[in-house]
């Protein structure tokens, strides 16, 4: 953490608001892009968003300069996505998904840029058959790049379930787009 960061954290921990809203404004995007990865609903990820920067500012106190601030926010967004998937139905993805998914797949533009609708439904189809924690270490290493350190910490898990996991969303997600054509 950089001497700057750490000044931040430490006017955040003094009650310094004008020094959080920095620390919202810089960290605001990777939480809503796990967020919106976890839980496929785009007003839900705004709604995560909001409920981890609050359990930030009341806990703020507690955290420990010594870790990786951006790991101990993925860990509270994380944990409140596997919370609200408990507490909601399982996503089940719509016939539009597979066709925005097929447009997705043949599209040659390498710079095209997915909006949340798009990845949405591709999420969705892809996520389908995974349990929370198999979706949950498949989108932090493989769709946000963490580190198997990083994604130990965040969930709690050990190094042996995150592999194990990330196997199984794996082939699974391999299964899926078998199914769809996808080679």
Known sequence: MTQLNRDIIT???????????WVVQTHQR????????MLCDEEEA???????FIRVWQRIRDYDQGKAFTTWIYTIASRLCL?????????????????????????????RTIENKEWTSIVRMMAEELSDKQRLVFTLCQLEGLSSDEVEQITGLDARQVRSNLYVARQTIRKRLKELGYE
């Open 11 to 21: 006017r955040c921990q003094r009650g310094d608001k004008d020094a959080f809203r």
């Open 46 to 52: 705004k709604d995560i968003v909001q409920e981890t």
């Open 83 to 111: 919370d609200r998937l408990k507490r909601t139905s399982r996503i089940v993805p719509l016939p539009e998904d597979e066709l925005v998914l097929c447009r997705f797949a043949s599209d040659t533009d390498s710079q």
């Open 30 to 37: 990777l939480v809503f892009s796990l967020a919106l990865k």
